[in-house]
């Protein structure tokens, strides 16, 4: 193969990784686009990102079920939590446990075992389609666990060391 044939499908990859989204569903979230989510203990003060904070990131689309079938499955959309804390030069395992809140009064506490076993999803959408206003604007996907830990309308994490 010729030196211009190689550079020739270098750029036809790299317009198909750009065009493609790397595999990853393309989610309409303008519906909650600007929802904050607060992040505590990631530095002196608290932290907020936003749904399009979180889209803009690496984002991945994988298929999973909880463990416990309550849920069935699914195809989460988002970034992994390490890919966010890596933005703050942190990662899941630098803490003791972290705490996710929902905004219906719900909560999980995640230990530090837990979080140096598992990814977790930040899914701003499922099956391809926007979260609803039962799950907006994020819910906690974790592949292959149960589903009490898959959380919906997140609005806050505490990062505890």
């Known amino acids: 193969m010729g030196k211009r044939t190689s550079i020739l499908i270098l750029v036809i990859l790299a317009m198909a990784l750009l065009i493609g989204g ?23 003060k608290d932290e907020t990102v936003t749904l399009s904070d979180l889209k803009a990131l690496d984002c991945i689309t994988k298929k999973t ?26 990662a899941q395992t630098d803490y ?18 837990f979080l140096s076993e598992n990814d977790i999803i930040l899914a701003f959408g499922i099956d391809g389609e926007p979260l609803d206003a039962e799950a907006a604007p994020l819910r ?4 292959e666990s149960d589903s009490a830990y898959w959380i919906r309308m997140v609005t806050k994490m505490e990062f505890i060391k």
């Open 22 to 44: 790397c595999g990853t569903d393309d989610i309409d979230i303008s519906g909650y686009a600007d929802s904050k989510i607060i992040l505590t203990g990631l530095s002196t």
């Open 65 to 90: 079920h909880s463990t416990s079938d309550k849920i069935g499955e699914v195809r989460a959309t988002g970034p992994l939590l390490e890919t966010l804390l890596a933005g703050f030069g942190a």
């Open 96 to 113: 003791s446990k972290i705490k996710i809140y929902g905004e219906d009064g719900y909560d999980i506490t995640l230990s530090k075992k």
């Open 140 to 143: 906690i996907i974790i592949p």
